[in-house]
């Protein structure tokens, strides 16, 4: 792999397997990018010890604070700022900061659903008690409106067969853990073009 490390601050708020599947992706060379910080909300998530027992700095900041931390980390926001289970609002403050020329905010979330479907919270469970037969999972750029940024990857998967809530998610845990760092993969490097459809950015990897 011969593209240069992208820094990366990964904002997570709890269990952190989506970290972990990131910084696994990056120690295995399958992923250029390097881990400035973990920076979460709570004090007490998981993801803070995980990251600890990397090697990985580790930030508790609120949402309010989160940008004056980012300046401290990166002072000249070269960083892509990547959510991973991080469970608040970042403000439109940070969202203009990581804005490149480009026109999109260089920041990345993962959803549990095909968006626009289930977006907001426990998004497995609600799939779950619709009766819906796929759900799947959606890795965007980040825009003010909740679950509202340009597209860059989704997988869908069928959940006719799953028993329970439980299920689901497990079943999605696994498709987040490659989709996120697979699509990370050109989205860091910016490998990608930008089309308006509508009022919308579209990405699309070239
Ligand atoms: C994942 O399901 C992710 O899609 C959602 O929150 C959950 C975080 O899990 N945004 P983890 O903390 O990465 O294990």
């Not at 002072?75 to 940070?94: C, N």
């Not at 965007?140 to 340009?150: A, C, F, K, R, Y």
Request: hydrophobic share 45%; with cysteine; proline share 6%.
């Amino acid at each position: 792999m011969s593209a240069s490390p992208t820094p990366i601050v990964i904002l997570a708020s709890g269990r952190g397997s989506n970290y972990e599947a990131i910084a696994r992706a990056i120690a295995e060379g399958q992923l250029a990018a390097r881990v400035l910080a973990v920076v979460s909300d709570k004090p007490d998530a998981l993801v803070l010890q995980k990251a600890q027992a990397a090697g990985h700095a580790t930030v508790v900041a609120s949402p309010e604070s989160t940008l004056a931390e980012l300046r401290k980390l990166d002072p000249k926001h070269e960083a892509f700022l990547v959510m991973a289970g991080y469970m608040r609002l970042v403000s439109d403050e940070l969202i203009e900061a990581y804005r490149s020329s480009r026109g999109y905010a260089r920041i990345t979330n993962i959803h549990p659903s095909l968006l626009p479907a289930f977006p907001g919270v426990s998004s497995y469970a609600k799939a779950f008690r619709h009766g819906a037969l796929i759900t799947g999972v959606t890795v965007h750029l980040v825009e003010p409106e909740m679950d509202s940024g340009p597209i860059c990857a989704q997988e869908a998967f069928g959940i006719v067969d799953c028993a329970t809530e439980a299920d689901v998610e497990a079943r999605g845990l696994a498709v987040e853990h490659q989709l996120y760092p697979a699509t990370l993969q050109w989205v860091l490097a910016e490998e990608f073009n930008i089309e308006r459809r509508g009022d919308r950015l579209c990405v699309r990897p070239r």
